[in-house]
């Protein structure tokens, strides 16, 4: 009888154990689906070789005593895990409000890398930026005269996320220089509005309710003529100094290894108003002749040549120091807290085939901000 009464009291706690872990994956099922999520997934194909994807997402509640999230979590199929650069968050409105991010956060499903993104109450819209390198392969041919350089860019099709998404805006933006060829999307017969917008080409689509955890990849294919430099970027990096006169001083550094032919010149970005722009290789300063600038609305372009031409094959080091005015770039806080920002833009013009060894995973302001 004992041993009886001993079974019956183990079963009971047993079921109860086992109610409880129902109720308590009702409860966050139900949380999950009182949320309506919406996402733009932009994928910008740049140039340069770079993919940045910025996945836009607005949160709504459904129903009343429904409160908004304090974090959230979204990712990106595991097999690109290797190619992700860097990654910050943001909150949409305000571009310099930086979220805090967990990186290679558990989205509860293997076969994924998430990130986390830490949310402050009211914040309703917030934008996730992930830089991509060595997702572009390259192919060069030269019929007469002409060069012609293929691009074959590969990126997620969509973002993957825990619970289904209402709509996501799907945009994927290239240079006005790419001519499209075809991509992954017309196997599914998807057809794109296109436009042009700030000599960008604008592909849009808008899919609804996206199933959770989407790991569809995709493929685009473009093309461009003319002279191009294809090189691998295997080191960046970006040192800040903050002058007591009231000046930033900037210098980045690159290693790179030259791809294709022979290098006698580097096309690089810089950001918008640089100026007492100098240069270095690995035979000293550049003479200021070899270094030619020219200031455009949104960057600081520079021609670099080099003192000697570069083989196939070499490695190739340079460094920039330049100046940038105080007023755009740094704020003061409270108790002499300085804040300093860059708006992400294309770092140069030559085709960057791989960023190999990233010096941080996730900054506001990384080595390719510019």
Known sequence: MKKSGLSVALLVLFALSLLAITLSFDVRASSSTSIDVKVEHAVDIRESGLIIINDTVTLATLGDGVTLPEDYVLG??????SNLAYAFAYVTSDPSSTLELDLNAGMGRI????????????????T???????SISFSVTQPEETQVVTYNAS??????????????????ITPTSLNYTRSSFENEGISFARTTE??????????SNLTEFSDQ??????????????????????????LGDEQVAVSDSYRLVNKAGEL?????????????????????????????????????????????????????????????????HVTVGNFGEFHVSFSLSENTTAISASLTSPKKLASPASPLDS
């Not at 990106?76 to 895990?81: G, T």
């Open 76 to 81: 990106f199929p595991f097999a690109y895990r």
């Open 155 to 172: 990126f997620p099709a969509y973002p993957s996320l825990p619970q289904l998404a209402s709509e996501v805006r799907l945009k994927i």
């Open 217 to 242: 990849p995709a493929w685009f294919y473009a093309y461009k003529t003319g002279t191009a430099q294809i090189v691998d970027f295997d080191e960046v990096e970006r040192r800040i100094e903050i």
């Open 264 to 328: 006698g010149e580097i096309h690089l970005r810089l950001p918008a108003e640089s100026y007492s722009v100098s240069a270095f290789d690995e035979f000293g300063i550049v003479p200021g002749s070899s270094v030619q600038t020219e200031q455009a609305d949104l960057h600081t372009d520079v021609v670099i040549t080099f003192s000697l031409p570069h083989s196939e094959g070499d490695e190739v080091y340079i460094l920039v120091q330049y100046m940038l005015p105080w007023k755009n």
């Open 111 to 126: 076969g994924f890398y998430g990130v986390n993104v830490n949310l402050p109450a009211t914040v309703e819209k917030f």
């Open 198 to 207: 700030d000599s960008r080409s604008v592909f849009s689509y808008i899919k």
């Open 128 to 134: 996730v930026v992930f830089v991509f390198s060595n």
